[in-house]
């Protein structure tokens, strides 16, 4: 089974809005409200940013929220920081009660 | 509080096999999934397995079925994960990840430092 795809990068500028999007098929993405998203700093590891397609868990900004529309799933960033510049990764469950992550994506803020 | 500690790191040679251990603390072991993720050196995330402590299930990604083992032991609250006939393309960094309560999503609330598996001749 592959990777969910996801851009190999996106950028923006301080400030700005971004969109990273997570595509699959019916099988996984496409059938099931649970995506997740993670952040992952170079050296660290991953953390849970949006689960359930939508959710922000506690302590995650307000900044970071995500959608889904049929067998694509997408993270929003919106009022972007140096601090966020980091790989972002969607995960998602699948038909075969596996899991299966996104090829990852690095933002890179200007 | 919640921690996740995994076992050093590891050096084998192609063909032998590798556990990985992830010590839990500060929460009820038997509440919480725990799951495999790896890493290999510039590389995305992918997915290995899951064990479900409270009925004694696991489940792996079909690319490592037959050759990755997850166990545990609740009375020390320690994960374990097998992986055996070692490739160099298994060389990685092991993840352990905790799976937030009632939920059936990959939400990984907590994650263990890594353990970084090198498989060299």
């Known amino acids: 089974q592959s990777a969910l795809s996801q851009p190999a990068s996106v950028s923006g500028s301080p400030g700005q809005s971004i969109t990273i999007s997570c595509t699959g098929t019916?099988?996984?993405?496409?059938?099931?409200?649970?995506v997740s998203w993670y952040q992952q700093h170079p050296g660290k590891a991953p953390q849970l940013i949006i689960y359930e397609v939508s959710n922000r868990p506690s302590g995650v900004s307000y900044r970071f929220s995500g959608s889904k529309s049929g067998d694509t799933a997408s993270l929003t960033i919106s009022g972007l920081q140096a601090e966020d510049e980091a790989d972002y990764y969607c995960?998602?469950?699948?038909?075969?009660?596996?899991?299966?992550f996104g090829g990852g994506t690095k933002l890179t803020v200007l | 509080q919640v921690q996740l500690v995994q076992s050093g790191a590891e050096v084998k040679k192609p063909g032998a096999s590798v556990v990985v251990s992830c010590k839990a603390s500060g929460y009820t072991f038997t509440g919480h999934d725990i799951n495999w993720v790896r890493q290999a050196s510039g590389q995305g995330l992918e997915w290995m397995g899951w064990m479900h402590p409270n009925d004694d299930s696991t489940g792996y990604a079909p690319k490592f079925q037959g050759r990755v083992s997850i166990t545990w032991n609740t009375s020390t609250s320690t994960v374990y994960l097998e992986l055996g006939s070692l490739k160099s393309e298994d060389s990685a960094v092991y993840y352990c990840?905790?799976?937030?309560?009632?939920?059936?999503?990959?939400?990984?609330?907590?994650w263990g430092q890594g353990t970084l598996v090198t498989v060299s001749s």
């Open positions: 019916s099988s996984d993405v496409g059938g099931y409200r649970f």
């Open positions: 995960i998602s469950y699948t038909r075969s009660t596996a899991l299966i």
């Open positions: 990840a905790r799976k937030r309560a009632y939920t059936y999503g990959p939400d990984f609330d907590y």
